[in-house]
């Protein structure tokens, strides 16, 4: 399977994941100038922006090992931006990542 192949299945996974938790997702693959949240999801007043790792093998490791510094720091500003232009206000916002492994999905909930 191609490489956005598995990120977009991995992705449809760890919605479903977030729906079944009872969460709604408000928001998939949004973009802008900084760059991408992969989900979004709200349930009552906390907001989830989740960074969705997906792997079809541990060959290149983990897929939550490769969310790094550098990559959170991004995801912690794309939050911000998405703040502001959603117009959402008094939410708790959480870092999740979902790591998805040959299809089982994992959440790693307040992830930094």
């Known amino acids: ?15 479903q994941w977030y729906r079944d938790a009872g969460f709604a997702v ?3 693959n949004w973009r802008c100038d900084l760059g ?7 349930r009552g007043r906390l907001l989830v922006v989740c960074e969705v790792k997906a792997r079809t093998s541990l060959v290149h490791g983990a ?3 490769a969310v790094g510094r550098v990559k959170q720091h991004r ?3 794309l939050a911000a931006r998405y703040l502001a232009e ?3 206000r ?8 979902a790591s998805v492994l040959a299809g089982r999905v994992e959440i ?3 992830a930094f």
């Open 26 to 28: 408000v928001a998939q």
């Open 63 to 65: 897929p939550v090992e």
């Open 90 to 97: 008094g939410v708790t916002v959480r870092f999740d990542v």
């Open 75 to 77: 995801l912690r500003r």
């Open 108 to 110: 790693v909930p307040n």
């Open 36 to 42: 991408e949240i992969d989900l979004v999801c709200a």
């Open 1 to 15: 399977m191609a490489t956005s192949a598995v990120g977009r299945a991995g992705e449809e996974l760890a919605a």
């Open 86 to 88: 959603s117009g959402r």
